[in-house]
Structures are given as C-alpha cells and as structure tokens.
C-alpha cells in the first residue's frame, strides 16, 4: 500500500531518497484503531474500580495516548512528560541509536503519588529510554505503575525491559507516522509507515 497524502521530497542522512507517497504503511489506520480499541477494553477490564492516570511521553506518544484514553471506560486522567536524549545521529551513527542517557524537559504537572499511572510511549525499541523513565517515576511512589506502548522492536532490545500493553510487535525497521517522527517530520501521517534506507 502506497500513501497519498502529499508530495514531499523524503531526505534520508541528506540524500534525496523519494517522496513521502513512496512511504510504504506498515500498519494501516484501521489496523490501529481496532487494536487501540482492544487495548483500551484490556485496560479497561484490568483496572475497573480503578482511578487511573495516563502519562504520555512527548511528542511520540501524543497521538496514540489521545486515542487511547478515548477507548478507556474508567475514571481516569492524563498527563504528559517531555524527554530529550543526550545522543544524536553524528555521534551514534544512526539516528535511532540512543545513549539512555535522557533528560527531562517537562515533568508532570502533578503528583503521582499513590496514584495507577499507566505510562504511554510509542516504541519501545533498545529500552534504554523506558529504563531511564521507569526509574525517574517510579521515584514518585505511585500505587501501581504499568507501561502502554503502541510498538515494540524487541529485535533491538538492549535492557531487559517489556511493557504490559503493546499494540504491535514490528520488526527492525525505522518507522513514522501516527506520532513517530523523522527528525520531527511525518508525525501527523495517519498510518504507521516504513522510511526506506534509514
Ligand atoms: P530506546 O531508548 O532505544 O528504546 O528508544 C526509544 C525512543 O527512540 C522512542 O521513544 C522513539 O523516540 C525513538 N525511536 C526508536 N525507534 C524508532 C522508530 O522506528 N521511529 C521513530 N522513532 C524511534
Ligand atoms: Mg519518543
């Protein structure tokens, strides 16, 4: 399946590669939205009773989070932290390789403590990043503390480090789209998509 969004020139490492419509989909609207509306059933069932507070990491996980507290039927909330990764491209190789190493941008606006926070990224690929998060709000002392992502590489994984709700299990491949971003192009693509050569 082709996309036909718009015609955008596509730069891979800085070499013109194609145009965004040449982006395979890996992972269709529609694929999303039933398995979003399962995981949203799941969570629903697994924490009925419950009060329960979201928190996406940005900007990846915005939409996936968005649709996802649609489909869940508690009385919950949610809340966004913001991360940034001390690694980049010209010093790891790849864009895609991160250190870990992550600093906080934003932190929540209010506390987790003796809250059900269900944590929202969308990929869990080495791990190192989840880790890192994990630690930094399990500090907060919530009551219980489980993790929502919309994709897993576990091909890639570095740490030992799995999530309780994942949406698709993908394999190593560089995608955007539906949150996921190139150098902070193509999140606001609806399907899940596979950038060629990177
Ligand atoms: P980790 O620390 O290697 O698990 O990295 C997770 C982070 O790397 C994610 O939150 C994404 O920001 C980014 N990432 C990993 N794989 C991809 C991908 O295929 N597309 C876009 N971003 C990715
Ligand atoms: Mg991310």
């Given at each position: 399946m082709r996309l036909n969004h718009f015609n955008e020139t596509l730069w891979?490492?800085?070499v013109r590669c194609g145009s965004v419509d040449e982006l395979e989909v890996l992972i269709s609207r529609e694929q999303i939205a039933g398995r979003v509306a399962e995981l949203g059933k799941q969570?629903?069932?697994d924490?009925?009773?419950?009060?329960v507070i979201f928190v996406g990491v940005l900007k990846g996980a915005a939409v996936f989070l968005s649709d996802l507290v649609r489909e869940v039927k508690l009385d919950?909330?949610?809340?966004?932290i913001g991360v940034a990764s001390y690694g980049n491209a010209a010093q790891h190789g790849n864009i895609w390789d991160?250190?870990?190493?992550?600093?906080?941008?934003?932190?929540v606006d209010r506390s987790l403590r003796d809250k059900n926070v269900i944590l929202v990224e969308d990929i869990l690929d080495t791990g190192l990043t989840?880790?890192?998060?994990?630690?930094?709000?399990?500090?907060h002392q919530p009551r219980s503390f489980r993790v929502a992502v919309l994709l897993d590489k576990p091909s890639r994984r570095k740490l030992a480090i799995q999530a309780?709700?994942?949406?698709?299990?993908?394999?190593d491949k560089f995608v955007v789209g539906y949150g996921l971003d190139y150098a902070e192009q193509y999140r606001n693509l609806p399907d899940v998509c596979v950038v060629p050569g990177v």
């Open positions: 891979c490492k800085g969570i629903t069932a924490s009925a009773g419950e009060t919950a909330t949610f809340d966004f991160s250190t870990g190493e992550v600093r906080l941008t934003k932190d989840l880790t890192f998060i994990k630690r930094l709000l399990l500090g309780d709700y994942v949406g698709f299990t993908i394999p």
